[in-house]
């Protein structure tokens, strides 16, 4: 065994390993939880104590995407034996499918506005953010801190003055409405996130492309974006993240066409109650969509990029 | 190439003078180094000229037209900066190629190619084009840097202390190679060192700054055998040049505050007593640290002196400079 004064000892990372580990565990918990519930029939959802294994059943998703109605044996006998592997789930329990149910309007809805101001947020961030590394603005401290401040209070402290500035310009429950608020919420922190990006990139890379016969806009689009690219993915991930979640402005601003997902999702109701199978259903397919984009621009995460070209 | 001109700038920074009403020519073809230390505006003129700092006041021409307020595209310069400022993203032919593919040379591709392959070559760095400018030495990432302002042809090459962070060796393969394309293509360099070896052997002109103002331009051996100023005559030479009391001497001229000596203005063998304090042998030449009265001197002499330490060696000076209160040169003063 040689000592090395960097490099930890096998001990070391062994604890390390099982600190992660043990985090690990804790945070994939309530993931677990809430997938392995979507696949269990209402009665195991709600079993006490708690089961760990299962049969595991469609039920949950089936009756997410469908609106059912309880019929008779008559009448299910009428229409004869059924068609397809969800239909016979939701016969079995003695219902029959009516039409679909709303989850994939919604499911559409956030995925409109999240992505949508999502790229508009990371639009606007970079070039205000590249202003304010950039360029002499004038008052740019004070600017900087009121646009942090508008983090500064609960959403539900601003809910009713945008109700009703919304109800006033028609903004209410629509797309754009709903994609300009979450623009307005994140900008501060896209800002924020891309102007520390953009202060490490260093100037000289402009100047030299100025040099090279380039204008400030060209320079910026093939010098600092490009570099800038790991500071705009992250900045996307934890904007997308945000709006993809977010609830109480969705909550009170949207209640049919730009409903979003969240809002949604706990108002699922089944015969008899709360359909937690269908909740849990629901938040997992929600899931997919955000861990898709963090995973897509996963490598842009990794920093390092830059590293070493310009000594310091 | 193109001559440029520049004609009392002036530009502060904050509540610094960083350049005080500086005029400049630098004569088609010529190589021009600005020598001063750190802090004395070498790098702020380079940037005047390139157009990257807009001055106070004062003009730049280039090639006889007036380009005060044009961006730096419109200038047409080539500038290589102290930090290698490759572009880190892109590979080290994609780096040499940025320059010809923008919206003003729009080169065509074989020209791009031939052009790449010229540079690449010439600076060694042709195993190295299809790179990450990321994944190369210190010494590689400045070639390229040099490289990505020899692939133009532009109206003057600004090169900001370029070799300064090569080692030793790096650095006088091209001291040499810089001054070859200089002399080959006739182009036109303004160079900032703090060198005083780049300034001596690559020079045409060199100009001495301080503090923000040019305080003597002239020929590499006009600025050495006949400094302006105190200032002028301590930043060429090695050793450098020996300031003592005017006094120390006899017959100094009317007004004289310091006589400056450099190795070669100490006479060995006759007048006045000094002791030997230190020799130092570096193989070609041997210093001599002296005690003369008060004062310690350095100077040159044998290679294979016997002097050695406590040793007493006499010495007088021979043509002198004799400087006044100001640091002024005193007009050629003549004495013994």
Not at chain 1, 161 to 185: C, E, K, S, W
Not at chain 1, 208 to 232: H, M, S
Not at chain 2, 1 to 27: G, H, Q
Request: proline share 6%; with cysteine; glycine share 8%.
């Amino acid at each position: 065994m040689s000592f090395s004064v960097t490099e930890p000892s096998g001990r070391q990372k062994l604890f390390a390993g099982f600190l992660v580990a043990f985090y690990a565990l804790v945070t994939i918990m309530p993931l677990a939880w809430i997938i392995a519930t979507g696949f269990k029939s209402p009665a195991d959802a709600i079993a006490y104590p708690p089961k760990v294994v299962f049969e595991p059943t469609l039920e949950g998703y089936v009756n997410l995407f469908t609106t059912r109605t309880r019929a008779s044996d008559e009448a299910l006998q009428e229409r004869g034996a059924p068609e397809t592997w969800y239909q016979r789930i939701v016969r079995d329990k003695g219902m029959m499918i009516v039409g679909p149910s709303r989850y994939g309007e919604r499911f559409m809805n956030s995925v409109i506005i999240g992505f949508g101001s999502t790229f508009l947020t990371v639009f606007l961030g970079t070039i205000a953010a590249y202003a304010f590394s950039r360029f002499k603005v004038p008052l740019k401290d004070d600017l900087l801190f009121f646009i942090l401040s508008t983090r500064m209070m609960p959403p539900i402290a601003v809910a009713i003055p945008i109700f009703l500035m919304y109800r006033q310009l028609g903004l209410n429950d629509t797309h754009l409405g709903m994609i300009l608020l979450y623009t307005a919420v994140n900008l501060s922190l896209s800002v924020w996130l891309l102007k520390g990006f953009i202060d490490e990139i260093p100037v000289e890379y402009e100047e030299a492309a100025l040099i090279d016969g380039y204008t400030r806009f060209q320079a910026f689009c093939k010098v600092v974006l490009p570099q800038a690219a790991t500071g705009i993915a992250s900045t996307a991930i934890f904007c997308l993240i945000f709006a993809w979640n977010e609830y109480a402005f969705a909550v009170l601003l949207t209640s049919g066409t730009a409903q979003t997902a969240p809002p949604f999702i706990p108002t699922i109701i089944g015969v008899g109650g709360q359909d937690w199978p269908a909740v849990a259903a629901g938040a997992t397919l929600f899931l997919v969509p955000v861990m898709v984009f963090t995973i897509l621009l996963r490598k842009h995460l990794l920093r390092g990029i830059t590293f070493g070209a310009v000594r310091k | 190439m193109a001559e440029v001109i520049l004609e009392n700038i002036t530009k502060i920074f904050a509540d610094t003078r960083a350049l005080d009403n500086v005029s400049l020519a630098v004569p088609d073809g010529s190589f021009v180094v600005l020598l001063g230390p750190t802090g004395a505006g070498k790098t702020t003129t380079l940037r005047v000229v390139a157009g990257l700092e807009r001055p106070d006041a004062g003009t730049v021409s280039i090639g006889g037209r007036l380009v005060t307020g044009f961006t730096p595209a419109q200038r047409n310069v080539a500038m290589v900066f102290q930090q290698y400022s490759l572009y880190p993203h892109l590979t080290v032919r994609q780096n040499l190629e940025f320059p010809l593919k923008s919206p003003i040379l729009k080169t065509p591709r074989p020209e791009i190619d031939r052009r790449v392959k010229a540079v690449a070559e010439m600076l060694r760095i042709a195993h190295k084009l299809d790179n990450r400018a990321t994944a190369l030495s210190g010494g590689e990432m400045q070639r390229v840097s040099i490289g990505r302002a020899l692939v133009r042809n532009p109206s003057i090459y600004l090169m900001d202390e370029p070799l300064s962070s090569l080692d030793a060796k790096l650095r006088a393969d091209l001291r040499i190679e810089l001054k070859r394309i200089q002399a080959h293509s006739g182009a036109t360099l303004l160079y900032v060192t703090h060198d005083q070896v780049e300034a001596m052997t690559m020079a045409t002109h060199v100009g001495v700054l301080d503090r923000g103002r040019i305080v003597q331009f002239g020929s590499p051996r006009e600025v050495y055998e006949n400094p302006a100023s105190v200032y002028a005559a301590s930043r060429l030479g090695q050793p450098r040049i020996n300031l003592l009391p005017a006094g120390l001497f006899p017959h100094p001229p009317a007004g004289a505050r310091t006589i400056g000596l450099r190795p070669e203005h100490i006479r060995q063998g006759d007048g006045q007593e000094s002791s030997v304090i230190r020799v130092e042998r570096l193989g070609d030449q041997t210093r001599l640290h002296l005690r003369f009265k008060d004062c310690e001197l350095v100077t040159v002499t044998d290679a294979h002196t016997p002097l050695r330490p406590g040793d007493i060696v006499k010495i007088s000076p021979a043509n002198p400079y004799y400087f006044d209160a100001d640091g002024m040169r005193i007009a050629h003063g003549e004495t013994t």
